[in-house]
């Protein structure tokens, strides 16, 4: 029985030892688990508002330029009530009003 208590304290010893040893690394480890941990529940978190972005999608405005409607997440904000739908007519507006 001592003998076995004594192979528990020797195992015990060479597991603190090891731990010593590589705890750099095991702090790493625990580290990128915690990491891993947290991108999963940042991602759960994201879920809900990729839903209100979808909702938003249906949001739509008319192009300044040709009319086209467009959703607000795609269009390109001009002012507060004037959106265009490209580049393009961004510069084409811009190229009339001169
Ligand atoms: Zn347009």
Redo the contacts with the bound molecule.
Sequence with gaps: MREAAFILFVLFLLFGLTALRYRKQIANILALGRTLKEMRARSDAELPREERQAAKALDLRS??????W?DMNTAIKFDRNTY???K??VQ?AMTSAQ
């Design positions: 192009c300044a330029g040709c009319g086209t467009i265009y739908c490209s393009e007519c084409r």
